[in-house]
């Protein structure tokens, strides 16, 4: 099992930024991906960005070159944290963020951070 506890999120103006971070406990050597997805309302979940245990980033067209994925999984550590930075943030944008980790039979979600942009 993997739990996933997630932080950060919050209200911006357009143009802000913000940080979401999710630290992964219990089984994380089993972890291959951790990603972030967010769904808005009326929308389905999509999404936003992820990163390999290697390092090997993809992110969605809507946020590449605002968002800026990481992941900190050292290999004595207990834990596996996936951080997203957000620049340079839209009305758009504004959606539950949640976390994921994929082991490639299981994935986990975290519960979702709200993040709104208004003005």
């Known amino acids: 099992q993997v739990q996933l506890v997630e932080s950060g999120g919050g209200s911006v103006q357009p143009g802000g930024s913000l940080r979401l971070s999710c630290a992964a406990s219990?089984?994380?050597?089993?972890?291959?991906?951790m990603g972030w997805y967010r769904q808005a309302p009326g929308k389905e979940r999509e999404l936003i960005a992820d990163?390999?245990?290697?390092?090997?980033?993809?992110?969605?067209?809507s946020v590449k070159g605002r968002f800026t994925i990481s992941r900190d999984n050292a290999r004595d550590s207990a834990k596996d944290t996936v951080n997203l930075e957000m620049n340079s943030l839209k009305p758009e944008d504004t959606a539950v963020y949640y976390c994921?980790?994929?082991?490639?039979?299981?994935?986990?979600w975290g519960q979702g951070t709200q993040v709104t942009v208004s003005s």
């Open positions: 994921r980790a994929g082991s490639g039979q299981y994935e986990y």
């Open positions: 219990g089984r994380i050597s089993s972890i291959l991906v």
């Open positions: 990163i390999t245990r290697g390092g090997t980033q993809r992110y969605s067209d």
